[in-house]
Every structure is written in C-alpha cells, then in structure tokens.
C-alpha cells in the first residue's frame, strides 16, 4: 500500500513541468556558482601565497636594523582560505584576512573583502550554499503545497479513504515519497557543486575534508526535510491549494528571508558592538601598561640587578631595554586577552540571540552549521587570530631576546645582521578540525534535530487529523 | 465608489485576521527598523562628534605650545609642537536620513586622524572588531522592507484580488451588475497597495520626526523626499505587475507562482548575478598586494632615508635644515610615507578605476531588475550606499595628502610650523552628496522604473476593460 | 410588445465546438422559459450570452429592446442572474453582502428597504444579519433574489438555480419565482428538473448541442408528456429541430 502511494506521489513529482524546470535551473546556478566560487578561492588563495612570499623577502631584505624597529615593522599572517569555501564562503568575505603582527599591539585581522563589494551583495550572493538555503525550501513548497490541499480539494482523499487505504500508510506513503523527491531533486545539485572541492588541491588542505563534506550533506538534507515535512502538514491542514500554498510562502519568507536578517539585527541591539575606537583606546592601555606602572618596574629592575649581582643597568650583561620591553609584553597579555575575550563574550552573546532565532528558522540553524563545516566561520577566524597572536607573541620574543643578549647598552643603537631575520619563522597555520569546535556545533544540531522530529511529529499529527475530518464530513 | 470599495476592503480583508496580520507586520517591521535605524544614527552622529572632540582637543593643546613657542613663553624639548604631530580629525557620520537604511555603513571605516604619521594605505585606524557572522546577516532597515519585503507583502495580499471572486462565482455576480468587474478587481487593487503604502509612509513620517535629533531637518527633508518617491514609484511598479498577473492569468495558484518567481528573479537573481559577473569582469586589486607594496616602499624607505632627504631637498631648495635636535624617525617615517603615497597611488587608482567600471556595469544593468533601482535610489537618499563610504575615504586621502604637502616640509627641515601657517590649515569637513544631487543621479532609472509601471498599469487596466467573455 | 428578453440567430462558436447554433428565442414580461437540456446543450451559454459574459459569434441578444454587445451595461440594469450556486462574502451578513451589491450596481436603498427586499425572498431579518458564511444553499439562493428585487429587474437569468436544494426549499423557490414572474418580470431559467420547469414555466424549450430543438407551451402538456418528448430528443441522434 505504501509502495503504491510513493509510486504515485513520485509519478506526480516527475510529471510536474515547473518542478522540473526549477531543479534543472537550481542545479546548473549551483553548479555554475560553485565553478565561479572555485575560481574566486583560487584567486584568493594566489593573492595570499604572493602576499606571504612578498612579505618574507621584505622581511629578509631589511639589513642591518635594530631588532625592536624589526619588530615594529614586523610581519603579517595571512589567513588560508578552505577548499569548502567555494561552495559556502560563509562569513568569508565579512571577516579580516590580514593580521599584523606587531610588537606592542594586538591588532585585529584586516581586510574585509566584503569593503570592497558592491551594495548589491546585500540582498543576494551567488553561491551553492545561499542558492541551497534560499531556493532549496521554495521549491519544495512549490512541490509539495497540493500533497494533501490538492487530493482533499479534488475529492481523490475521499475516494481513497473509502477504499479502505490506512490513515497510517497514506501518511507513511507522503512522507517517504516527500523524502525520496527530496533526494531526487537536490542530491544531483548537492553532489555537483561539492565536486569542485575535492580538485581543489592547490589550496591549504583542511584536515576532516571527508568529515565536512558528510556533514554539510546531511546538514541540508536534514533542513530540507524540514521543509518536506512542514510542507506536509501544512497542505493538510489547508482547505484548498491556495491557501496551503500561500501559507508556505508566508513561512518561506519568514523563515529564509525575513527573520535571519531581523535576528541579526536583534542581537546587534541586545548585544551592541563596542565602538572601535574604544577597543582601540583599551588596546593602547593594555600596550602601555608596564610603562606606565612605575613601582613594577622598579621591583623588577631590582630583581633583575640582584639576579645579576650588579647594582646598575650599565653593569648588567643584558640589556636592559630589552628586557623591559619584552616585560612590556608579557604585562599586556593578560589584557589583551581581556580585551579580546570580552568581545568574543559579546559576539557569542550575539550568537546565542541568532540560536534562538533559529529555532523559528531551520534555515539559520543549517546557515551556521554550513559556515562552520565549510570553515568559513566566527570560531575559526577567531582560531587563526589566535594562532597569529600566539606567532606574534613568539617572534617579538624572539627578537627581544636577540637583543637582550647582544645589544648592551646600545639600546636602540644596536642593529642586528640580515642573517638573524632568516631565523624568524613564518606563520605556520593548519586549519583546525571541524571537532575541535565541537561544543560551539552542538546547539546548531541540537536544534535541526528538535526541529526534524518536531516536523515529524507535526506533519503526521496534521495529515492524521485531515483525514479524521475527511471521513467525519 | 471608493469609498463603498474602501468600505468592502475593510470589512473583507482589512479588518479580518489576515489583513490585520499583514498591516501589523508591515507596521512592527517598518517601526522596529527605524527605531533601530534611530538607535543608530544618533549613536553614529555622537560618535562622529565625540572623535572629532578628541582629537580637536589634541590639536588645540599642539597649538597652544606652538603659540608659547612662537612667542617666546616656553623653552620647547624637540618632540613639542612638531608639524608631523599636527593632527585633523576626519569622522563620519550618518547621513541626515541614515536612519532610513543602514547598508554596509558598520563595514567600512569612519574615523581617521590626518596627519603626517599616516600614509593613504594606514589612514583609517582599525575598525575590523566586528562579529564576522553577524555583518554578513545585514541590516534590517526600511530599505530592506521596503524593497524586499514589502513586495512579498503585497503579493500575499493582492494576488487573489480577482480569483478569489472568480473562483467562488461571485465574480459573475458582480458582472451580472450594470458595471465592469474589471475595474471593480483594478480599484480594488490600487486600494489594498495605496492602504500598503499609506501604513509604511505613515510610520516613515512618525520616524521622520523622532529620529531627526541634532541632524540637519532641511536635508533630511529632502532625503525624505527622494527616499518616499523611490518608494513609491517601487511600489508601483510591484502594483503594475501584479495587476499584470491578476489581469491576464486566471488561476490563483498560477498568479501567486508567477509573482514569487518574478519577485525572487527581480529581487535575488538577478542582483546576484550581476553582481557576481561584475566581480568577475572588473575584480578589484588585491588588497594584500596593496598591503605587501606598502611594506616594500616602507622597507626600501628605512634603508633610504638619507638619499630620499636628499632628495626631497633638492626638489625644495627653498628649505633650510634647522639645527634643533628633532628625532630622525619623525623625517625617516614621513619620507617613508611620501614613498608609500608614490609606490601605491597606481594600486589606489586601479581600486577606483575597477570599483568605477564595476559600477558602470550596475548602473546599466539595473534597469533589468527593479529592486536594484529600487535598492540603489534608497540607499542613496538614506546615505547608506558604499558611494558615500568611498566618497569619505577619498577626502579623507586628499585632505591627508594636501596636509602632508603643507607640514612636509617642515618636518624634512626639522622646523616648527607658524602659527599662522597651522592656523591656516583647513579642517577637515566631508562633501555629502545634497537632495538634489541624489535626485538628479535618481532621475533616470527613477523615470524609467515609472514609466515601466505606468505602462504596466495602462496594459492591466486595459485588459481589465477587456470582454467579459475574456475576463470571467 | 417587445419581448423582454430575444435572441436573433443568437449562436456562439468555441473554435471548432458549436456551442450555441443559430438561436432564436424571445421571453415576453411576466412570462418563465424554462430551458432543458443535457449537459453542454447550451443552455448556460445561452444565459452567459445574456448576461454579456459571452461574445456572440453570430445573431444578437437584446435586454428590453437593448443589444447586450452594443450597450452590456444598460443591459444589466435590467437584468438579475441567479445561478446554481449563490456566492456571497463569506466574512459579511446576508444584509452587508446585499448591501454591497445594491450599492455597487448604483443603488442607494436604505437597510430597511434592503431588510423588507430580504425578508420578501424569504430570509428573516434575524439571519440576514448572520454572516453567509453560516447560510445553507437555500438562504444564500434567498439573499440572490433580494438582490434580484432589491435592484427591481425586470428580467431573470436563472442558471440550475434548483440543484441541490430540499425539495421544501425547491417549493419555497419556485413560489418566489411565480410571484416575481406575476408581478410582470422575464424570467429565463436553465434547470434540468422537469417537473418544477412544468410547474413554474410558461413555455419550456428542449436544447440539444447548442440548438434549440423544441419549444411547448408547458400549460397544453402534462409533466410525463414534456418528459418522453424531452427523452425523444435526447435519443434522437440527428438533433434537428421539429
């Protein structure tokens, strides 16, 4: 029986002209975007391996230089973009690319490609993932909203009804036939756009590749099954097509268009963001804060004296300067890190707003999930920041040091040979796996599934009571 | 007639649950983005001011000891009153109408100190302390109601204004009577919009003066203006093809589809593709390269910095060394910049030259898409366009570069500015866009998006006069 | 006296498909013409040429000596059409929906006047000020002749106005038609009940592939009569006309 009901919900599936048109037009934008998408990483990915080879023969080219100037002018880190970026560049273009990491200073990532593109993008980014997560629930709602509206309106539940067909197979046979057009129509697009990333080899491999990919399939098909499944039970509780295809778009455009931007927005005004030049003000203190605590200087001068058996800087076998400013920044540290934590808080607070949010919107929650397996996300732009501050700390180390031990008094004067540059390392970055940020992914997943069985629940309830009411009327 | 038809409407739809929801929506919507576009122009506005303080306050203090000096009160240490720390504040703020749509304004930067310390590539000091996820969401503004949710509202509420009657045989009822259904279906779709449009204008002239706070009320005005004639002539547009649809395609289903798939075409594709095939025709220069050219100039520079003092000399042998032991790296870092300005100005130009081409290409392309001249037009009149950004970005360069001209020398030579000299260097004040600017630039795809909808209105209307026999 | 209602060689062509052949029919002031046929006769099509909802292929329809494709809305003023089914505003009362159609086809009756012409067809003043949504077909056929009194037509288009109606209210109806029909009103009803056609026709014509094939005096037959001549035309395969 339930065979039967899939055959023909498949037949009718198969039949319908317009759907067709639409998945053959979503599955060639997909494909195209992910081609266009490939081509775009690429070309980032080029600029980022001439910018780092650039920066390191300015880096070695600098001769004989004192080693704080050095650290001043310093280097820069540049972040590698994920093959899956191609397919869902996620927060990408909105998040800095570019970290100097200079003495004294923590500073943010830089260059946001995002500055440079046309307002235009505001409304609409071609990539597999947007065209997906936007397209993906319409034209299931377009495929789905007569299901039950149609067969109730043409009299055929009545009929099947009376044959004797159950209530439980009919539901059953919709379900699963909803299911399988699910995969009919969006594993071809999926598959295709997704191919590109495994022939991209010149970029910086991620290391769960196969993980990612696994996941971000299941992601979409679990919220597009969402959608079947909410377009189920909506067609049967509807009277007619009309209404049941109305009400599926009022929830298309609630739920893919319009709450996404107004949680965002939401969670801007619960949680604004601080003003820069505040964080620039705090960062400025934190650099400035073991110049300005005399009494922590002077214990430690003393220490430093007593450590040496000496009773003046002049007499010390290091250097004094140095000392103090790498001492400088290890004071700052911990503020940075204050800094730099209390605005992750507020951009995780942020978040959490964009978590409730998407309990009304399955399309945020697989928004955020498909960022973060494509590792075009906030964790792991914050886990390159990180990694470039711990570089920085290192190198501004390195070259205190170099003139801790070589530079005596000279202080400033003292310039170190080009040979020394070449033993400061480059950034070496490995993209994380996906599971290190498995705490963060949790909610995102949590709340897709609440949402599937919610669905699952919701749509058998409406299509049980629909037929209750048939057979009572 | 109308005001039976405005009677009908109210008890029928406007005053039901669904016409309830659907005006409740647009009203909490079209609120909440002004309120929050409010929240955040005068946040901006205060912001603008409080930088421009700051660093007034810092300029005032350097003038002050340069005055001491010059009149003899203070014996100056070498870092006192020097022209490379003379310092001009350049912030921006909201446009007069930045409550109206916020775009992209929280992406770019806002603030820059000009003075001699700054090259055109490290001007603006950093502003990238964003949550990445939430800048990509973008804002819910008017202007994002207005040109994409406002749209899906009236086709929610109007697509059935004809099959509703038809399917249930009223239609031919109502043709029974000595009038013509069809310009009963057309009133009754110029109502429902005109009751759409009076609810978001409505709300839009609340904010208009709530939010005005300290900001210029005659601009705003005229923003105002231009910003509620886009408006409108959108949401005339969406009027036109609708009544197409209603017009000329009977079933309610094949309406409402055809209207979605026209409104995501208009609204989602085609923005997407154009802007996809302008970033791929025209790709901007790569900021990285600008950056590692920067890097160049300023490693070459620290090496070089006494032939390039020798050469700046020669180019000015007017100029007489001072003696005064002023710190090398005051010469060495704007020598350094100077070079900087030379070695990156044809990266700056390509940036300009490939923003301009891609915006050539918009600029023609939008007439396919409605929503892009609707989008444009009302972040334009609401100062929320990157055109405004960039424009910023570019004083902010040549006021740099015009000051560097004025103190450079000075700070080559190692001499103190004149009082008079410092006095006379002008303030850094922003060129906005006027009303009428925007208008005139509105003009055309303004006048080509009426015209499409009057077009649009003549065809449907005409086909509403149509038989019965066609219409029915 | 000029028929209230005439068709002249009225016919109406649907590409390749006859619809309506050539029709010629006249239906005089206090007079019913009940119209049989089986389905796809042209026995709606014939109404919906009337009613001006139709373009003639050929022939003319005339409304009290007006010809509905030269002057369809002055036609109209004369015209009230009943069809199978009544459809009001769900979400107004019977005497809201009344209103609105009074108003629109230019009347300005007051509610009480409005309440009398409800209460004339049938329908209390206490459900007139039920919303329709709640009506039965037969309340909802009621508020149809109200707008049919209230508008003060002297013709009736009535498409199966008694399919699906109990037979009391079939009766009910068909008394209501009588009274209109003796108060001098043209009455043009497209039915396929035989009996209530004798009942309340003056003249009944049989239709059959959008001719008319026959037209009886219904006085001069009895029920069963206008039936075996009725099923005699029905089988006759030729159609043409006696």
């Keep these: ?473 | 007639m109308i005001g039976l038809l405005l009677k009908h409407e109210l008890r029928t739809l406007f005053l039901r649950p669904v016409g309830i929801i659907a005006l409740a929506t647009l009203t909490i919507a079209a609120t909440y983005a002004l309120w929050a576009g409010g929240r955040h122009l005068q946040t901006g506005v205060a912001q603008a001011a409080a930088y421009q303080d700051s660093v007034d306050d810092s300029r005032a203090k350097w003038l002050a000891t340069l005055q001491q000096i010059e009149n003899g009160e203070t014996t100056p240490s070498p870092y006192d009153a020097r022209p490379i720390n003379l310092r001009l504040p350049a912030a921006l703020a909201p446009a007069p109408l930045g409550d109206f749509a916020r775009g992209a304004f929280e992406l770019h930067p806002t603030t820059a100190t000009i003075g001699a310390w700054s090259n055109t590539v490290n001007l603006f000091p950093h502003y990238q302390f964003d949550n990445p996820g939430l800048v990509q969401l973008g804002k819910f503004d008017l202007a994002f109601v207005a040109v994409v949710l406002l749209p899906l509202l009236m086709i929610a509420l109007t697509f059935d204004a004809a099959a509703a009657d038809r399917d249930s045989g009223r239609l031919r009822i109502l043709a029974a009577q000595p009038i013509r259904p069809g310009r009963l279906v057309f009133s009754r779709l110029l109502l429902r919009a005109a009751i759409l449009w009076a609810c978001l204008t409505l709300v839009a002239l609340v904010f208009l003066f709530l939010n005005a706070g300290s900001v210029s009320f005659g601009e705003r005005l005229g923003r105002f203006g231009v910003f509620t004639l886009g408006l409108s002539i959108y949401l005339l547009f969406w009027l036109a093809l609708i009544s197409l649809c209603v017009a000329f395609i009977k079933r309610s289903e094949a309406v409402i589809a055809c209207l979605i798939t026209a409104w995501a075409v208009l609204t989602l594709g085609i923005p997407g593709v154009v802007s996809t095939t302008a970033e791929r025709l025209y790709p901007q220069p790569s900021r990285l390269a600008y950056l590692s050219e920067m890097r160049e100039a300023q490693g070459d520079a620290a090496r070089e910095t006494a032939q390039l003092t020798a050469g700046f000399l020669v180019d000015h042998p007017e100029l007489t060394v001072s003696d005064e032991a002023v710190p090398d790296y005051y010469r060495g870092t704007f020598l350094q910049n100077v070079e900087v300005e030379q070695r990156t100005s044809p990266i700056l130009a390509a940036f300009v030259d490939a923003r301009s081409r891609r915006d050539r290409l918009i600029q023609l392309t939008q007439f396919a898409s409605p929503a892009m001249i609707a989008a444009r037009i009302l972040n334009a009149a609401a100062g929320a366009d990157t055109d405004r950004q960039h424009a910023y970005q570019t004083q902010a360069r040549e006021a740099l570069q015009a000051l560097a001209e004025q103190v450079g020398p000075a700070i080559v030579a190692k001499q103190r500015l004149s009082v008079a000299d410092a006095k006379a260097i002008p303030d850094f004040t922003f060129r906005d866009d006027s009303a009428g600017t925007i208008l005139t630039s509105s003009l055309l795809p303004g006048a080509y998006l009426a015209l499409l909808a009057l077009v649009g209105l003549i065809v449907a209307r005409r086909r509403f006069e149509a038989p019965l026999e066609v219409f029915l | 006296m000029e028929a209230m209602l005439k068709a002249s060689r009225l016919s109406k062509h649907f590409g390749s498909t006859v619809a309506l052949h050539e029709l010629d029919l006249e239906v005089a002031r206090g007079e019913v013409l009940c119209l049989l046929g089986a389905n796809g006769a042209g026995k709606t099509t014939t109404i919906n040429l009337f009613l001006g909802f139709l373009e003639p292929t050929a022939g003319e329809a005339t409304v009290n000596g007006l010809s509905v494709s030269a002057v369809p809305l002055e036609t109209k003023a004369h015209l009230a059409y009943i069809p199978e089914q009544v459809a009001l505003y769900p979400q107004l009362s019977g005497l809201e929906n009344l209103e609105f159609f009074d108003r629109f086809a230019g009347g300005k009756r007051s509610r009480d006047e409005l309440i009398a012409h409800l209460e004339k067809a049938g329908l209390p003043a206490e459900d007139a000020q039920r919303r329709t949504s709640t009506y039965s077909k037969g309340m909802r056929q009621k508020v149809g002749v109200a707008i049919a009194l209230a508008k003060n037509a002297q013709a009736l288009l009535l498409d199966e106005p008694l399919s699906g109606l109990d037979p009391a209210a079939a009766n009910n109806f068909c008394s209501l038609l009588a009274s209109m029909r003796d108060e001098g009103r043209a009455v043009l009803m497209a039915t396929h009940d035989i009996f209530r056609a004798k009942d309340v026709g003056s003249r009944i014509g049989i239709m059959k592939a959008g001719r008319l094939v026959d037209l009886l005096e219904a006085s001069s037959l009895s029920a069963t009569e206008i039936e075996q001549v009725y099923l005699a035309h029905m089988h006759d395969e030729a159609g043409a006309p006696s």
Aim: charged share 20%; proline share 4%.
């Design chain 1, 1 to 473: 029986m339930i065979g039967v009901m899939i055959s023909k919900e498949i037949r009718t599936l198969a039949r319908n002209r317009v759907l067709i048109t639409f998945t053959l037009l979503t599955t060639a934008l997909m494909f195209v975007a992910a081609l266009m998408g490939n081509a775009r990483v690429e070309a980032f990915d080029r600029e980022r391996v001439e910018a780092a080879s650039a920066d390191s023969e300015v880096w070695l080219a600098q001769g004989e230089r004192n080693p704080h100037a050095a650290a001043h002018f310093s280097r820069y880190a540049f972040k590698p973009i994920p093959s899956l970026a191609l397919f869902d560049p996620g927060s990408l273009d909105f998040a800095g690319i570019a970290l100097w990491m200079e003495a004294h200073k923590q500073n943010p990532a830089v260059y946001r490609r995002a500055e440079d593109r046309s307002d235009l993008q505001q409304f609409a980014d071609l990539n597999p993932a947007w065209i997906l997560q936007i397209f993906g629930p319409l034209i299931i709602f377009c495929a789905m909203f007569a299901v039950v509206a149609g067969e109730r309106e043409d009299g055929t539940l009545r009929q099947l009804l009376s044959i004797g067909a159950s209530s439980t197979s009919i539901i059953m046979g919709k379900v699963i036939a909803g299911m399988v057009g699910l995969l009919l129509i969006f594993t071809p697009g999926l598959l295709l756009s997704l191919a590109p990333v495994s022939q991209a080899t010149h970029l910086v491999p991620i290391p769960d590749q196969a993980f990612r990919v696994g996941g971000i399939t299941l992601a979409y098909l679990a919220t597009l099954a969402v959608y079947v499944l909410v377009a189920l039970a909506v067609s049967s509780l509807c009277q007619s097509r009309r209404s049941a295809f109305l009400t599926l778009l009022v929830i298309w455009g609630a739920a893919v268009i319009a709450i996404p931007r107004i949680a965002g927005d939401v969670a801007s005004t619960l949680h604004p963001q601080p003003e820069a030049r505040e964080i620039r003000r705090d960062l400025a203190a934190a650099a400035g804060a073991y110049g300005r605590d005399a009494a922590l200087k002077e214990r430690e001068l003393a220490e430093l004296l007593s450590s040496y058996d000496v009773s003046s800087q002049a007499e010390l076998p290091v250097s004094y300067t140095a000392f103090s400013l790498q001492r400088s920044e290890e004071v700052a540290h911990p503020f940075f890190e204050e800094i730099y934590d209390g605005l992750t808080a507020n951009h995780s607070s942020q978040d959490s707003v964009l978590g409730w949010f998407s309990a009304v919107s399955p399309t945020m929650a697989l928004n955020r999930l498909s960022a973060g397996l494509a590792g075009v996300d906030r964790y792991h732009h914050q886990h390159f920041v990180w990694a470039a501050e711990q570089h920085r700390r290192k190198i501004v180390k390195q070259m205190n040091e170099d003139m801790l031990l070589h530079a005596g008094n000279q202080g400033g004067r003292y310039v170190s040979s080009p040979e020394f540059w070449a033993t400061i390392e480059d950034f070496p970055y490995t993209l994380p796996k996906v599971s290190e940020f498995r705490e963060a992914y949790a909610a995102p997943i949590l709340t897709l599934g609440a949402q599937l069985l919610f669905a699952l629940g919701f749509a058998a309830w409406a299509m049980r009571r629909s037929q209750t009411l048939e057979q009572t009327r």
